[in-house]
């Protein structure tokens, strides 16, 4: 049985093969077409209109995006402040897959904006009105990814420079010693951040009153968007490390993973219970019951993700491939929640359509190729990746083969 | 180190006390915060009044509109003037025909700015790049706050702001009641134009006065014997009476309280910064404590394994 130890990167695989030219040819094309978008404005390039004047972009690449890379949060919340050790040794995956959803939306949100010139007004918070949702997640979201998100990343950055080019490891390490003396004020921020800024998602919605349909529009909208938060980054921290497995045979810990399939399943199915709660309150629950696409959105979401958090619980979900397909069904399930209030279930007035275009499709669809190519990046070069130490004890036999300069053993104790 | 389950019980028993505290406080305001006051209308509130059953659906007053505003007309593609199915980004004021499918009964609509007392797409806005005047509270938009985030035209209930799609330098289109022509001592382009005095322009008590006459005066003409915009969604200046029901019209069903009231919860929770506060200096107090220990675990294991510890 695999036990994780620490942190090892994928070696011996070529950072540049045909997945990353693959990869490349698809960023291009999205940032030639954001160029485009940029020059023409957004009637052309896009489906949005007056009554839908939000679309993908905001509603799937910031909305859903961000919900996915809530590990960060989800995990390390766990970790640090409840204290679950297992689960410090996915720390790494669930800091990157986050900080590249937070900075592929953010990105989004630049270009999806019209008159993105007048941003600096959030650097002068005089000018701020504190009463809009969407204020609290400009500011908060792009705090939250710029200071605790990145510095929290650097670790393994500052290991690279160690390792690699000795002459700045001087430097790095002391980075490293201040960044330890900060870290719990830090981690304090990474948890409270995501807390405001995941539930402002939710909160935007509240001002779109009747028009989003009444089994997603209640008061508790931000508390059941965080909370989705909650079990989606684990969806996704979970399927980083299955894919790992496919990919690159990285072994897995049983035992971590139990820890974490445990908290999701119950994460989503608490999550499930209130939100049936607050619709029985509410008294909506007819409209569960009459048959509509409604209806039909709704119970797809629940199955999906109340059914894959007992595959979770039951003994099946110990087998990779059932808790590969309960992860990602949960995340689906989960994605189209946090996508309903603001397009599938938003209906602004009769007759009103959207659509993306292919434009938009494309520009979404590059920016998330960005993700995943910065993703296969880092892994390769950084220890982002779970593993043993006789796995790092082999990777470093094989990079000081081929780099004799370097030295990734036989550090003496140092004190933290 | 083990950690035992008692441990992490207390553990959350302790992290989720703020969270407790915050719902037990806000749920506590809930109860006694609850009055139906209307929100005051600024002193020299002006607005209009639209009365349907007056209108005669000659749209003088798009064309009228389209002029004051410098709009250029609104032609599509088939060289029809004026005759967009909706607002749009150079049309700020619309009649629109009401009829049932068998045509037994019909009425006009004139939809533009409802100049709300309490304003969804002012709360909604970031940087106050829509704004209510506080002197005659019309609701109106200052482009160099403006980011185009369009989160104006999702908030506002009556789907009124307009964005210009195809342009470059895209601006929110709306009615402002001719802000302009008002500061020279004119009416609202639209106003000055109407044959049967259908729409009618004032200081918002003058009208709302007039309605109430009007419906006084005619019992049973009106529907639902009321003025729109007296309450609905916290009160509006632009005021509407119909003898077809107002729902039918288009005008949504608000009830009492303002849309941006919906955010009560949210303000209460952030008020002062004193919950966040909390719950920043639990969770620090937590992960210190843990950081300690995680820290001590990874000096432990490099004496083991002579390999760097990772954080």
Redesign the interface.
Known sequence: MTRW???VPVYGIPVVNRGFWGLLIVVAIGMVLTVFRE??????TSG????Y??GLWKTFNVMVLTGLGSGAFAVG?AA??????KL?SVM?VALLTSFLAYFSGLAMLGV?????W??Y??MLPW???L?????EI?FCMSMYATLPLFLENL??VF?YV?YEFPKWGGIARFC?KV??KV???L???A??LP??HQ??LG?????????VNALWQT?FL?LIYVWASGFLGYNCVVLCLLLAKVAWGRDVDPEVLAEMNRITCWVAFTWTAFRFADILVRGKILLALRPSAYSLLFWTETILIAGSAYLLYSEKGKKLQVMFLAHAACALGGMIYRFSP?TLAFR??PGAFYFPSAIEVLICVGFIALMVLGYIIAVKKL?ILPGT?AD?LKMAKYEERIKPGIRL???????? | MAITRREVFKNIAKGSLPILAAGCVSGAFSEVAHDNEIVPMPKGAVGLLYDATKCVGCKSCMVACARANDLEPDTRTDGLHQSPPALNSVTKNIIKLYRTADGSDHSYFKQQCMHCADPTCVTACMFEAMRKDPETGIVWWLGSKCVGCRYCEIACPFHIPAFQWGRFNPKIVKCELCRDRLGKGLEPGCTTICPTQAVIYGPHAVLLAEAKRRIAQSPGRYAESRVYGETDGGGTQVLYLSRVPFRRLGLPDLGYDPVPERLKFQHRIYKWFALPTVLYAGMVFYASRNFKQHAHHLVEDQKTTGLRPQL
């Open positions: 130890e620490r942190s020059v023409v404005g957004l009637g052309i949005m209109s007056d009554p004047a939000w919340i640090w402040v409840f204290n679950r050790t410090h790494r999806d904006v019209g008159r993105p007048n941003f007004w959030v000018q701020w009105n009463h809009s949702p969407l204020l400009a670790p393994p290991e160690i490293e960044l330890t870290y719990p004020f981690i304090g921020l948890y409270l807390i405001m539930s402002s909160a935007l919605m509240l001002l779109g009153g009747n028009r008061p931000p603001t602004p007035r220890a130490n790092w053993t036989g550090y003496a104790p140092v004190e933290h």
